[in-house]
């Protein structure tokens, strides 16, 4: 084994938005998805996957707004960690099953990960990443009184919940997860950008009420373990200039200093291709060689270098 990667898979390639999300269609969808990390093993990668978890908390917190009578709430850095272990076991059953089926003898591992962040973060005091379900504005205020949230408007009489999305400083057990990788073991690890935590003036670890995004996560992860390659696995087959407008233009192979100036220059929108781009930057500053932004179809015609935006130092 010679290359690394770091794959992060969407939370909507698992459960897509149009869908109810049961349990059945989860493994569904994340059987499909690892069709295309077969692609990866067979080449003899050694991988690390991480994966979002956006639709699966979002559940898990309309669960509590409907059995909080009866059952006491979580805390959110408890619903990160639960997602963790679902959506890993879900993942580390599908590719064990499909790794025993070909007779490739290579083990899987789910840890769930910690991602330290700094408590004086500006985000932790300026609220900004939607999460949860839409509301309308008197059902989304009274819900905000019960339960202390904070919430905005996100397009027009559609109320949210907001909370803070630091930026990720440390990923721990970043040298067991690359000791497993470079071992050939399949690690799932930092799953929803990793459970949020700071080490408070006791110089411990404390959970924080927030979510940090997978991307940024997977490319400090990449870093970590020293990864060759970050692969960013999305709901389009590539980003686009201009994307949505007449004049919209598919970005194929571009350099890191193309990819910089495309950032800079607004092209990439705040909540959805501006962070993989701010992760991709990142990764390729740091070790990184390649960074590729696809679809779940898009892997396989990707590896052979003649699909997705491929971003190369």
């Known amino acids: 084994m010679k290359k690394s990667v770091i794959i992060a898979l969407g939370g909507n390639a698992l459960s897509p938005k149009k869908e109810a999300g049961t349990i059945n269609q989860q493994f569904a969808h994340t059987r499909q998805s690892l069709e295309s990390i077969m692609h990866f093993i067979s080449l003899g990668y050694k991988i690390c996957l991480t994966h979002g978890n ?6 898990e917190l309309y669960r509590m707004h409907l059995t909080h009578n009866t059952i006491p709430a979580l805390p959110l850095g408890v619903c990160v960690a639960e997602t963790q272990g679902s959506i890993g076991y879900m993942i580390q059953q599908s590719l064990q099953n499909a790794l025993k089926h070909k007779l490739i003898d290579r083990e899987v591992v789910t840890l769930i990960t910690q991602t330290i962040i700094d408590k004086n973060d500006p985000s932790i005091k300026n609220p900004e990443k939607f999460i949860g379900r839409c509301y309308k504005e008197e059902e989304a205020k009274i819900l905000a009184e019960q339960f202390g949230w904070i919430i905005k408007e ?5 109320w949210r919940q907001v909370v803070p999305s630091p ?33 408070n003036e006791n110089d411990s670890l404390e959970g924080i009420d927030a979510v940090i995004d997978k991307d940024l996560s997977a490319a ?14 999305t709901d389009i087959d590539c980003a686009y200039l201009n994307y949505g407008k ?12 193309e990819a910089k100036l495309y950032y800079e220059q607004g092209h990439f929108q705040a909540g959805s291709m501006g962070p993989k781009f701010k992760a991709a930057l990142y990764f390729l500053k740091h070790h990184g060689d390649k960074v590729v932004i696809t679809s779940i179809d898009g892997v396989k015609k990707a590896i052979n270098d ?8």
């Open 54 to 59: 956006g639709p699966q908390v979002g559940d």
């Open 220 to 233: 400090l992860l990449g870093r970590v373990i020293k990864a060759n390659e970050l692969w960013i696995i």
């Open 246 to 257: 007449k004049d919209e233009r598919p970005l194929n192979k571009i350099s890191t200093s």
């Open 154 to 158: 996100q397009n027009t009489d559609e």
């Open 306 to 313: 003649d699909f997705g935006t491929i971003i190369n130092n």
């Open 167 to 199: 930026l990720p400083k440390y990923i721990e057990h970043g040298r067991s997860i690359e000791t497993l990788v470079n071992s050939g073991t399949i690690v799932i690890a930092s799953g929803g950008g990793g459970i949020p935590a700071y080490w």
